[in-house]
């Protein structure tokens, strides 16, 4: 059974800074792509991040460029997201995704991912 547990959310002041954590069973994880979607309030899910098998291609989102990067360790079989900078905007509750998306194409796909988690609340207070 895969099971993608995430943590680290919380409340935390614009500009501040937040990480996450995906911890990941049940599947091959050294060779699955994983990412991370957000949704917020009246919005569609947001793609946000994605890394590729091996962790040597990492991709995002346009309103977390430069702000948030991605890593996984295959090893420990969990993924992060390392928020910087956070924004007002950036309020959501967050998902990691596992799946085999056609890198360049379909990583930003939520219905090529296969897996979820639960998510978990980011708040970005003023």
């Known amino acids: 059974q895969v099971q993608l547990v995430e943590s680290g959310g919380g409340l935390v002041q614009a500009g501040g800074s937040l990480g996450l954590s995906c911890a990941a069973s049940?599947?091959?994880?050294?060779?699955?792509?994983m990412g991370w979607f957000r949704h917020a309030p009246g919005k569609e899910r947001e793609f946000t991040a994605a890394?590729?098998?091996?962790?040597?291609?990492?991709t995002y989102g346009d309103s977390v460029k430069g702000r948030f990067t991605i890593s996984r360790d295959n090893k420990k079989n969990t993924m992060y997201l390392r928020m910087n900078n956070l924004k007002l905007d950036d309020t959501a509750v967050y998902y990691c995704?596992?799946?085999?998306?056609?890198?360049?194409?379909?990583?930003?796909?939520?219905?090529?991912?296969?897996?979820w988690g639960q998510g978990t609340q980011v708040s970005v207070s003023s």
């Open positions: 049940g599947l091959a994880f050294s060779t699955t792509v």
């Open positions: 890394i590729s098998w091996g962790g040597d291609f990492a």
């Open positions: 995704a596992a799946g085999n998306p056609k890198w360049g194409s379909e990583y930003g796909i939520p219905s090529e991912y296969n897996y």
